[in-house]
C-alpha cells in the first residue's frame, strides 16, 4: 500500500472536497482518500496504479493536481488575483451605470436606453469578457454535476447561465424593435454574481493563508545551502547534494541544514522554532542538532543522518498536514450535511420555480426567486466552520511544541479527566547521574564500575546516559529484562544489573537491603550489581525534575483534572519524587505489561486518560490511553505509539493542549451555527416568502451575503489565533 499526498485546484466549498473524495473512492486501485479543503490536499492510500492515473482521476473529476505537496506561498498568484479583481470591479462599476444609471437619472452619451440595441450589446461583450474570468467556476459547476457530485460552483453556474439565457430571450425581443425587454435583462447581475464568488475566494484564502502560518514556518526555516567538508576542503552546497554522513561546518550565526550529530566544536543554538524555548541550548560532541537551528557566536562540525524527508522538520510538517486532515465527528458530520446540500437547494430553487409559475406569479419574479435561491445558498461556510478550525488549531500547537498525529486527538483533548505521568524522562530530565556507588570488593571499585558501564552501553534506557565507558570491553549475550534490567556476559563472567525483581527471578540473596533503603530514602533509583551470583555493589541514580513539572502539576489541579504518576521504580524513590510534586496518587513498581492494564482498566470505568510518557516500556499505555502524548527525548516506538509528540518537554503545554482543544470544539460549534441559520435565514427570502412585508432579496444581494457569510465563518475562527492565553 503506497500513501501520497496531492495538492488539489479547484476545490472552494466542502460540497467539493466531500464529492471529490466519494469520487476518488469509486475509483480502482484507490483504498482511502482524505481531502483538506483548507491546505488543498488529497492524501490517497492506494496500490496497483500509477501517480499519473491518481493525477487523471483528480482531473477527471473537474479539479486539477498540481503534483506532491510543497507547502510555499504562491506570491505571485496572489497579485495575479489582486490584479483581475481590480479590473474586473472596474468594468462591473461600468455596467452598473450602463444598465442602471437611469435610475439615478445618469445618462451617458450612445450607451442609453434611446439606443437599445447598442447598449444591450456592449452588455453583451462585457458579459462575454465576465464569462472567461469566471470559466473555472463554470467549468468546475459542469463538471460535478456530470460526476453527480454537485457543489457550489454547479449552483453558481445554474444561476448564471439561467440568468444569461433569460436575458438573451428578452435581447432577441429588444432586436426586434420591442424597447420593454430591456426592464428584463439580467447581463450585469450574473457578472456581478461571477465577480462577488471570485472576490469571495480571494478574501478566504488571504484568510485562510493565515491559517497556515506555523506550516510555512516551518518549511522556511531551514537554510537553502549549508557547508560541506570533503578531502580537507570546505565549499557551499544546496541541500539536495548532502548525503548521510557528510560532515558539514556550522559557523558563527548561521544555521543547521540538516539533523545530525555534533562530531566537533562547541556552541549554543537557538532551537525556539521548533521547541518553544527561548533560551539557547548548549551543543557539544556527540548531540544531537535539528535543522533549522540557528548558532550562536562559535563552531560546529555535524555529522549528516536526516536529510530531506527524513527530517525532523519534514516528519513535524507531516505530522501538521496529515493531523488536518483527519477528520473528527463534527467534520464527518459537516461533510455529510454538505454532500446533500446542494442537491436540495437545486431542488427548492426548482420548486420555487414551477410552483410560482402554477400561481401565475409573472415569469420575471419566479424567475428571479430560481436564481436568488440559487446564488444565496453557501455550502462555503458550512465547508470551512471546521477545517479552518482545525488548521488554526494545529498551527497555535505547533507553535507551543505539540505535534499531533490526527484530528480526533485535538477533539479528545477537550474531555480530558485524568492525566497519568510516568517519572523517570517524563517528570524528570531523564538524565540521571550516579548519585552514590557503594562497592562490597573496594579493591575492585573502578573495575566494577567500568563492567556497569560497559553493560549500560548496550542498552536504550535513559538511565544508561548516567554511565560513561572508561574502557571498552566485549558484552556477549546481552538481555533486556522488561521491567528489571539487564544481564550480559563479560570476560566469561556474567553480570546483571537492575532491581530487586530481577534479584528474585534470578534468585539471588540480598543481604544489603539496608543500605538500598538508605539510597531509596534520599530519592534514588536503586541498581544492584550482580557478578556471577553475587551483589558486589548498589548504585543509586537520582534524576531531576523538570523545571516546569512543579508548575504544572500545580496547574493541572486547577483545572480539575486528576494527576497520577505510574512508573516502574520503586515506591520509596517514587514517593520522594510525588511528595515533591504534591502527586497523592502514585502507582509504583509495575511492568511495561501493568502499566497498561492499569490505564486500561480507568479508560473501561469511562475516564478519559492522558498518558504522558517516553520510553519503551510506556508504549503500551501510550496506545492504551485516550490520548498518548511522548516526549522529545522520548525512543522511537513511544514516538510512534503516541498521538501527540511534545517537542519542548515543557509540561506547562499539555494544560495548553487541553485549553485549545476545548476553545476549538466551541469555535466550531459557533461556526456550523451561524452557518445553518444563514442558510436557514436566506433561502426563504429568496424564495419571496417575506414580500408581503416588503422584505426582498435579489440576485446582487444574495451574492453579496453568500460573500459575508463565508467572511464571518473565517473571522470566527481566526479569533483562536489572537487569544492571549496562547502567547508565550
Not at 535 to 540: A, E, K, L, Q, S
Not at 564 to 576: C, P, S
Request: net charge positive; proline share 2%; hydrophobic share 45%.
Amino acid at each position: 500500500m503506497k500513501k501520497i499526498l496531492l495538492k488539489v485546484g479547484g476545490m472552494t466549498c466542502s460540497a467539493c472536497s466531500s464529492g471529490l473524495e466519494k469520487y476518488l473512492k469509486r475509483q480502482p486501485g484507490i483504498k482511502n482518500v482524505n481531502i483538506n479543503l483548507i491546505l488543498s490536499i488529497a492524501t490517497i492510500e492506494y496500490e496497483g496504479i500509477t501517480k499519473k492515473q491518481l493525477e487523471k482521476y483528480i482531473s477527471d473529476a473537474g479539479f486539477e493536481s498540481f503534483g506532491e505537496y510543497q507547502e510555499n506561498l504562491d506570491v505571485e498568484k496572489e497579485k495575479t488575483w489582486k490584479t483581475h479583481l481590480i479590473l474586473m470591479g472596474i468594468l462591473l462599476i461600468f455596467m452598473m451605470i450602463i444598465s442602471m444609471g437611469h435610475m439615478v437619472k445618469l445618462h451617458l452619451p450612445l450607451l442609453n436606453h434611446e439606443n437599445p440595441r447598442l447598449l444591450v450589446s456592449v452588455l453583451m461583450i462585457f458579459t462575454i469578457f465576465f464569462l472567461h474570468y469566471g470559466r473555472d467556476i463554470l467549468n468546475s459547476g459542469v463538471k460535478n454535476l456530470i460526476h453527480r457530485i454537485p457543489n457550489m460552483d454547479t449552483l453558481v453556474m445554474f444561476s448564471v447561465i439561467f440568468s444569461i439565457l433569460y436575458s438573451i430571450l428578452f435581447t432577441i425581443q429588444i432586436f426586434m424593435g420591442d424597447k420593454t425587454g430591456l426592464e428584463n435583462l439580467y447581463f450585469e447581475s450574473a457578472c456581478m454574481v461571477i465577480y462577488f464568488v471570485k472576490l469571495g475566494r480571494y478574501i478566504e484564502e488571504k484568510s485562510k493563508s493565515k491559517t497556515k502560518e506555523a506550516i510555512q514556518k516551518l518549511v522556511q526555516v531551514t537554510p537553502k545551502t549549508a557547508i560541506i567538508r570533503k578531502d580537507g576542503k570546505e565549499r557551499e552546497v544546496s541541500l539536495d547534494e548532502i548525503q548521510v554522513g557528510d560532515t558539514l561546518i556550522c559557523k558563527s550565526f548561521s544555521k543547521i541544514a540538516v539533523d545530525g550529530t555534533v562530531v566537533k566544536g562547541k556552541n549554543y543554538v537557538d532551537e525556539s522554532f521548533i521547541t518553544g524555548e527561548s533560551m539557547p541550548v548548549l551543543k557539544e560532541v556527540g548531540d544531537k542538532v535539528i535543522a533549522g537551528s540557528t548558532s550562536y557566536d562559535g563552531y560546529l562540525e555535524y555529522q549528516a543522518e536526516k536529510i530531506g524527508k527524513s527530517s525532523t522538520i519534514s516528519e513535524i510538517v507531516k505530522f501538521v498536514v496529515e493531523a488536518t486532515n483527519t477528520k473528527n465527528k463534527i467534520q464527518r458530520l459537516a461533510d455529510r450535511i454538505s454532500s446533500y446540500f446542494v442537491p436540495i437547494i437545486l431542488g427548492i430553487a426548482s420548486i420555487t420555480l414551477i410552483l410560482q409559475l402554477l400561481l401565475n406569479f409573472p415569469l420575471e419574479q419566479a424567475f428571479l426567486h430560481f436564481v436568488t435561491v440559487l446564488v444565496v445558498a453557501c455550502p462555503c461556510s458550512l465547508g470551512l466552520a471546521v477545517p479552518l478550525v482545525m488548521v488554526v488549531s494545529n498551527g497555535l500547537c505547533a507553535k507551543k511544541g505539540l505535534f499531533l498525529k490526527n484530528g480526533e486527538t485535538l477533539e479528545q483533548a477537550r474531555n480530558i479527566d485524568t492525566i497519568i505521568f510516568d517519572k523517570t524522562g517524563t517528570l524528570t530530565i531523564g538524565k540521571p547521574k550516579v548519585y552514590q556507588f557503594i562497592c562490597y570488593q573496594e579493591e575492585r571499585r573502578d573495575e566494577i564500575l567500568n563492567k556497569v558501564s560497559n553493560l549500560e552501553s548496550k542498552s536504550k534506557h535513559p538511565i544508561a546516559s548516567a554511565f560513561e565507558v572508561k574502557q571498552e570491553e566485549v558484552v556477549e549475550e546481552f538481555k533486556t529484562i522488561d521491567g528489571m534490567g539487564i544481564t550480559g556476559i563479560i570476560n566469561n563472567k556474567f553480570y546483571a544489573l537492575g532491581n530487586e525483581r530481577l534479584l528474585n527471578e534470578q534468585n539471588i540473596h540480598n543481604p544489603y537491603q539496608k543500605d538500598a533503603e538508605s539510597m531509596m530514602n534520599l530519592g534514588c533509583s536503586i541498581l544492584y550489581i550482580v557478578e556471577k551470583s553475587e551483589i558486589v555493589g548498589i548504585i543509586g541514580i537520582k534524576d531531576v525534575l523538570r523545571k516546569e513539572t512543579k508548575e504544572a502539576i500545580k496547574n493541572l489541579k486547577r483545572a480539575q483534572i486528576e494527576v497520577i504518576m505510574l512508573t516502574g521504580d520503586n515506591e520509596k524513590t517514587a514517593g520522594v519524587i510525588a511528595k515533591e510534586l504534591a502527586i497523592k496518587n502514585v502507582i509504583a513498581n509495575v511492568l511495561p505489561t501493568e502499566k497498561a492494564q492499569y490505564v486500561k482498566s480507568l479508560v473501561e470505568n469511562k475516564k478519559r486518560v492522558m498518558m504522558v510518557g517516553d520510553g519503551v516500556n510506556d508504549a503500551i499505555a501510550l496506545v492504551s490511553a485516550t490520548i498518548g502524548v511522548s516526549v522529545k527525548e522520548g525512543s522511537d516506538i513511544a514516538y510512534d505509539s503516541a498521538d501527540v509528540i511534545l517537542m519542548n518537554n515543557n509540561m506547562n503545554n499539555i494544560l495548553d493542549f487541553i485549553k485549545i482543544s476545548q476553545s476549538s470544539y466551541r469555535v466550531m460549534k459557533e461556526n456550523l451555527f451561524w452557518a445553518f441559520l444563514y442558510n436557514m435565514m436566506m433561502v426563504p427570502l429568496s424564495m419571496g416568502l417575506l414580500e408581503n412585508i416588503n422584505i426582498t432579496m435579489n440576485p446582487m444581494l444574495a451574492s453579496m451575503m453568500m460573500t459575508l457569510s463565508s467572511i464571518t465563518v473565517v473571522a470566527n475562527s481566526l479569533r483562536l489565533g489572537r487569544r492571549k492565553t496562547w502567547k508565550k
